[in-house]
Each structure stands twice: as C-alpha cells, then as structure tokens.
C-alpha cells in the first residue's frame, strides 16, 4: 500500500471510532433519561425537600387563643383548688345537680356541656376571655359584675337553678380555675376564639320548620325525639344534654338568644365539630336555633333585667323595645333592619 493510502485509512478509522464512541455516550446519557424520567425526579425532590424541611418548620401556631397546659397548674394547694374548679365544671351535676353531693341546686348540666373541654376549646364558649375582662360592667344587669355574679347567672339561667354562694369553697375553686385559663392574656383583651362566634345575620327571620328538619337530621339521635337527651347508666350526669323541656337552659339563659345558639352550634356541634371543620351552614345553624328555641323550657322571671331597654340586644326576645319592632321580629329575625335602627 502507498503511504497515502495507509493515512487516509488511518483516518477513515479514527473517524468511524470516534462516531461509535459519540453514538455510545448518547445511548448512555439518553438511557439514563429513560431510566429517570424528568418529571418523576423532580417529583422525588420535592418530597424529599418536604420530608427534609419537615422537623424544622414546626406547624404554624394558630392565629386564636390555646389553652395552658393543665399539666402545669402546681402540685400545691392552689393546684388543688385549680384542679377541682376544673372538675366542677366538667361534672357540675355530680356535685350540685338534682343528686349532687356537695349541694342540690341546678338542672343536671354540666357547665362543660355549653363552655367545652372545661371551658378550654378553641370557638367552643371558652373562658379565655374572664379574666382579663371582668369585673365590667353589663348591660343585662345594669351594674358592674365580678366573675362570680357572671358565674352565678349561668347557674340561674343555663342551669335554671340557684346561685352558689360567693364564699363557698366550690365558688372559690371554680374562680381560681377561671383566673388560671386566662394567664397570659393581657388585661383588657379579649383572645380570638374566645366566647361564642358572631355569625352574619341572614336577610330573612330564621324558620322554625326548617330547623326541625334540621334538627331530626343532624342532632337528633344523641338530643333525642322530645329534646330530653340522655343520662348515664348511673343517673349522675347527661351523656347527651337536653335542648329544650323542663331540665334544659330557661329562657333568660344566653342561648335563648337566637345569635348565642346559632354561633355555638355552628363552631361546635353535631359533637365533633370545631372551627377548623364545621358541619353546618349558617342557615342551617340559624334554623335550628329557631326550631329549639321555638320548644317548651322554663321560664324565668327577667323584668329587672336591661334597666336601659335602648340596650336591649337585636336578638332579645321580650319586650318592651325602644324600637318599633315586635317581640317575633326580635326572636326570629330578620336581625339586620332592627341593627340598623339602632345605629340611628
Ligand atoms: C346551657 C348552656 C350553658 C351552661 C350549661 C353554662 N353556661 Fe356559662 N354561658 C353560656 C352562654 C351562652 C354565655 C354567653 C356567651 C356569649 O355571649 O358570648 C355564657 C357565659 C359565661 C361566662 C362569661 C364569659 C365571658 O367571656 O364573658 C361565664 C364566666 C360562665 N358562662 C360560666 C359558667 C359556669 C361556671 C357554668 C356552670 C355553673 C356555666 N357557665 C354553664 C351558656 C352556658
Ligand atoms: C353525636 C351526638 C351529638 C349530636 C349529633 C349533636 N350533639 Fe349537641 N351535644 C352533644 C354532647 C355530648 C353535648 C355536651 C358536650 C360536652 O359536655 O362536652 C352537646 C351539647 C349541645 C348543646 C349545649 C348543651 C345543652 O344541652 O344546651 C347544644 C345547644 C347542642 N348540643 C345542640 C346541638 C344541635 C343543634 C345539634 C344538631 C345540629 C347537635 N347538638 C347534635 C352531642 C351531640
């Protein structure tokens, strides 16, 4: 062969050689691509950043009012005191109910059944709000109230019985369980998530027989057919408490106002829900409250109540009114024209 020749074949081999190594490096790099397609690996990365970032960026605090820990009330005689407050309101009838072992003087319900988890749920009536606001005056009464004389209003109307007496250990315990769930709430403030929830009026009167279909679906089988609820094998507090009949809440009680049972229910029942998952609409919650509200419960005699009628709420029931709007009107609704009369 002639050296020409000999180069040029040289040539031609380095360059097929370097087309097969340049073909293999592609099939490598493209088969690797297979083997991972792009949208899965970055599927995988995402959780791994998830899972990776997971411990440090602890969940973020809710924007309301959490309770203490009861774990921290101290092991001391003011831990004690603490302590059977707390059990006071979670078992009332135990102790003051009709077979109550202390004293006899209230329906059967428990102060929990209304202000839940002891008074500690988040939306749930809780006490947060007691001891940074209290003593203040109200306009129900027309004076200046200390935390036992609002204490001793839900036992006269929510639990349509006595009031206990201010010096009583029970009061006292009570008081200091009250005073113990609102630390560290600044004086003054009342947290997010405390007391009962201020739902939009609806533009129509809220429609009892709407609320009844309400009701026989959605709280009927734990409050019963007749409203009565439910007692414990043991007879010494409500499994399911009563809505309305001669051991429910009277009818100068907090939820015989239309808005005060509706915001309740909305934010709490049926029993599992809370803020953050509601079972009901708004409509629904207003219906229902006009279906309860609608039924026999005991009556209260409330004529000192509202010295200042012009003070009266939208929602109260019983007249006389400074506005022109009957006594129905100021039960069932429409809420609104009777809001913006008053702003006049
Ligand atoms: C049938 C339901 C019901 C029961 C039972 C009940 N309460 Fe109440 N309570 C209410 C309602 C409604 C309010 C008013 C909430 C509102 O208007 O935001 C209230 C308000 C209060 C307040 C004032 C809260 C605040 O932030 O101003 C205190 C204190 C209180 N209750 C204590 C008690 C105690 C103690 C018991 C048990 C002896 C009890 N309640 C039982 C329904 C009830
Ligand atoms: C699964 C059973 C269950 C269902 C369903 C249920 N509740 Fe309740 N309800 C309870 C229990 C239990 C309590 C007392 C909570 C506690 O003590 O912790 C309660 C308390 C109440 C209270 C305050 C206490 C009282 O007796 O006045 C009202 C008002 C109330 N429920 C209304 C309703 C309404 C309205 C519905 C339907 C929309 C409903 N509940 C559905 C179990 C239920």
New binding site residues.
Partial sequence: MSKPLVRAVMILTWMVMGLVAALIILLIVMFRNWNQPPTFASEESTEETIIASAPAAAPAPPDYWISPDIATVPSDADGDLILYGKDL?AH?SKYLGPKGSVAQI?NG???Q???LDA?SKPFG?N?S??AS??PKFRARSGTEET?PK??N???ER??NGQALPNDSKEMQA?VAY?NWLGTGVPKGE?PKG???TALAFMDRAADPDIGKVVYVDRCQSCHGADGAGMMNPEGTEYTYPPLWGPH??NDG???FRLS?FAG?VYDNMPLGASHENRQLTPEEAWDVAAFVNSQERPHKNTKADWPDQSKKPVDHPFGPFTDSYPEKQHKYGPFQPIADAHKK
């Fill in positions: 309101i009332t209230s319900l428990n102060c059944n209304c202000h008074g009536n006490y709000a007691v606001t209290y935390i609002r204490i209003d839900c036992f929510s639990l009570i009250i009342s405390s007391g009962i429910s809440y009680a907090g939820l005060r309740y």
